[in-house]
């Protein structure tokens, strides 16, 4: 069964501080990684990521994959009060066409 | 980037009552789902569809049912609702095979209902 573990849970940080939000995951037959941002209601797509070592950037955000190590690392630099969210990973695989979702992290930033 | 609509966006019945929840997307995508999900927790897989007239169940059981008619429409069907059924219901939908970003799944605003 695929599985995504994200990290920390929950983080409170002040405005303009740099956050670094972390993914792992175990899933057969690995295809693709992928960072949504959910505020009040539905996800936002961010990110997808599948190939390993190459860094995904939009603005202020920053995401990079380890195929090796099986994670990936959300960045957000300059953090703002609007980056406040829960941030969710999930994964898919070859074998169907789902998504398998972590927990995600819930991001506060103090004004 | 699909468009992707929900309504209601908000449903507060009574125990028994027969409701659906409607989901349609204008961008042509062949694949559609249904995720469950409480306050504070993970989303789940409840429903999805590779096409017109394919439906499978997800990875979480759920006494509900739905339908693929049409291409745009997705509709999700409880016969008796019941107060375990509270939850938020976000309907996605991503693009067809070959095209980029095939694993991006773009979400509806979802559906809060309440169960009395």
């Known amino acids: 069964e695929d599985k995504v573990v994200q990290s920390p849970l929950s983080l409170v940080v002040h405005e303009g501080d740099t956050v670094t939000l972390n993914c792992s995951y175990e899933v057969t037959n690995f295809r693709s990684l992928l960072w949504y941002k959910q505020e009040k209601k539905a996800p936002t797509f961010l990110f997808m990521l599948?190939?390993?070592?190459i860094e995904k950037k939009s603005g202020r955000l920053s995401s990079i994959l380890d195929k090796k190590e099986l994670f990936s690392i959300l960045n957000i630099t300059a953090t703002q009060t609007g980056d406040s969210a829960v941030y969710l990973c999930?994964?898919?695989?070859?074998?169907?066409?789902?998504?398998?979702f972590g927990t995600g992290t819930r991001l506060t930033i103090i004004p | 980037e699909a468009d992707i609509y929900q309504t209601p966006r908000y449903l507060v019945i009574g125990t028994g009552k027969k409701i659906t929840l409607e989901c349609s997307q204008t961008m042509g995508h062949d694949k559609m789902y249904w995720y469950q999900q409480d306050p504070g927790m993970e989303l789940h897989l409840i429903h999805y569809?590779?096409?017109?007239?394919?439906?499978e169940k997800g990875d979480l059981s759920s006494e509900s049912t739905v339908s693929r008619i049409r291409t745009e429409h997705f509709p999700l069907t409880l016969e008796s609702a019941r107060p375990s059924h509270t939850s938020q219901y976000l309907c996605?939908?991503?693009?067809?095979?070959?095209?980029?970003?095939?694993?991006?799944?773009?979400f509806g605003p979802g559906t809060r209902l309440t169960v009395l």
């Open positions: 996605a939908s991503s693009a067809t095979p070959l095209a980029e970003l095939t694993d991006t799944q773009y």
């Open positions: 569809s590779y096409g017109v007239n394919s439906t």
């Open positions: 599948t190939s390993s070592g």
């Open positions: 999930a994964v898919s695989n070859f074998g169907n066409e789902k998504l398998t």
